[in-house]
């Protein structure tokens, strides 16, 4: 089955700096990866996704984020962090799970942008 | 504009009582998803249904029931036999093809009190 894992529970980072959320994953066949952002007591929001072709991809709101195969990542930056980018970032992967297609979501990186 | 409406946005439940969280789309898609979100968890599937008159078990079924009689429409029922259900619950639809990801609502907070 397809799994994602996102290692750090809280990035902080001070506004103006680089903003970087880290992800890996596991799936078998070619990764279908996406970016999800949540604000409080609200659903996710898309971000971007790599389905095929560049691997550095750009998405809303200043985001971008760049396929690695080799090292099966796909981390989530932004070259200057904004208070307002403080919220809940979700990185999910396509696959296969008993028998059905469906998005696995890592735990989540709560992300602290410190003006 | 097209989208995913859950209602309500918050709801409070007595011990012992069966609940139902309202999940509508207008987007024509066929494939619907109930999630349940808890801190620090990220979100678990508790349902699925691919189309209209059927429906799968997810990761973590227990204690929960779901209908799918109209394409639109994919109502969660939060039962008795659901010890913790205290939770945010998320409900997402998918387009043809799964390339653009889902599509989600904007939760429903349940609480027991």
């Known amino acids: 089955a397809q799994s994602v894992a996102q290692p750090e529970d809280q990035v902080n980072v001070a506004e103006g700096n680089p903003l970087t959320v880290k992800c890996t994953y596991s799936?078998?066949?070619?990764?279908?990866l996406f970016w999800y952002v949540q604000y409080p007591n609200r659903g996710l929001q898309f971000l971007l996704k790599y389905i095929t072709g560049d691997n550095l991809v750009k998405g809303s709101y200043g985001f971008e984020a760049e396929f690695n195969k080799s090292q099966t990542s796909f981390h989530l930056k932004k070259p200057s962090a904004l208070v307002s980018d403080s919220a809940l970032y979700f990185c999910a992967v396509w696959g296969r799970s008993h028998g059905n297609n469906r998005l696995a979501f890592g735990k989540g990186n709560q992300v602290v942008v410190i003006p | 504009d097209g989208g995913i409406t859950q209602s309500p946005k918050y709801l409070f439940r007595k011990e012992g009582q069966n609940v139902t969280l309202s999940c509508e789309q207008n987007l024509n898609h066929d494939a619907m998803y109930w999630y349940r979100q808890d801190p620090g968890q990220g979100l678990r599937l508790i349902y699925y249904?691919?189309?209209?008159?059927?429906?799968q078990k997810g990761d973590i079924a227990e204690g929960y029931s779901v209908s799918r009689e109209k394409k639109e429409s994919f109502p969660l029922t939060v039962t008795s036999a659901q010890k913790n259900p205290t939770a945010f619950y998320l409900c997402a639809s998918l387009p043809p093809g799964g390339f653009d990801g889902y599509t989600f609502g904007s939760g429903t907070r349940l609480t027991v009190v």
């Open positions: 249904s691919q189309i209209v008159n059927d429906f």
């Open positions: 799936v078998s066949g070619n990764p279908y």
